[in-house]
């Protein structure tokens, strides 16, 4: 996948995509990322990028055409451009794994970040698709960027070492995580659960699947509306209010 960040900061990006699991994607040649200072691009004499506010008001608002210099000095035809040009942008949908699924299906990406108190109203005509990834306000947007690059990537064949990885992660199907649990066997009180030393396929994957499900039911239970349960899971989850109601007398 080809990934293009445009933005006036990108020393931002070089610590995480330089290192782990981006790191070695970028080596294997699975990901290629590039990074694109639009503030060369700006035609006045200065080299600004911002401006104040037609209006007033406070802060400053990142000017239009260094954007749109930028990208269609790096991209082409911005009108048939076979990829995804995205605005990180807290008005924008927010981003969760259903989005990221979608993503990584594409060839390329293109993230726009602004900055300041803002952008000009005109460079939304530029993107495919809007983004914010939670209901806080960040300096800029870079961040979400890195956020959505790092989610998207890991669902890239190649990226990650095991495929399985992907498929446990949390939210993938809609569900948390189950616990994990590696050596020691005993470590403070704190012990394995016995399911998971006794080499019995099954019983391991019954078990993960019910802690999930407990696990999600305990901490996000508005996400199981959303998932398409199976009669497996309904059973699991009639197991767990039966324990509940044994614990609680």
Request: charged share 30%; hydrophobic share 35%.
């Amino acid at each position: 996948m080809n990934i293009y960040v445009f933005t006036i900061f990108p020393e931002m990006f070089e610590g995480p995509l330089n290192t782990s699991i981006l790191k070695k994607a970028r080596e294997k040649k699975i990901l290629n990322i590039e990074l694109i200072d639009f503030r060369p691009y700006s035609p006045s004499k200065h080299k600004n990028v911002d401006d104040a506010p037609f209006g007033g008001g406070a802060g400053m608002v990142l000017k239009p055409d260094p954007i749109y210099l930028a990208l269609e000095d790096k991209l082409g035809d911005l009108v048939t451009y076979p990829g995804q040009i995205l605005l990180m942008s807290p008005q924008g949908v927010q981003f969760n794994q259903e989005l990221a699924k979608e993503l990584a299906k594409e060839q390329s990406l293109v993230f726009i970040c602004g900055h300041y108190e803002g952008f000009d109203e005109r460079v939304r005509a530029l993107a495919h698709k809007e983004i914010s990834i939670g209901d806080y306000v960040l300096t800029g947007g870079e961040l979400p960027a890195m956020v959505i690059i790092d989610a998207v990537s890991r669902l890239i064949p190649g990226v990650l070492g095991e495929s399985e990885s992907v498929v446990s992660d949390s939210f993938y199907d809609g569900l948390l995580e189950y616990p994990h649990y590696t050596r020691p066997r005993s470590f403070r009180g704190m012990n394995v659960p016995d399911v998971l030393l006794s080499g019995n396929h099954e019983k391991i994957r019954l078990w993960r699947r019910k802690e999930s499900l407990r696990r999600t039911l305990e901490r996000r239970p508005e996400l199981l509306e959303k998932v398409n349960l199976t009669k497996e899971d309904l059973k699991l989850l009639a197991e767990i209010a039966n324990e509940e109601k044994g614990t609680n007398g």
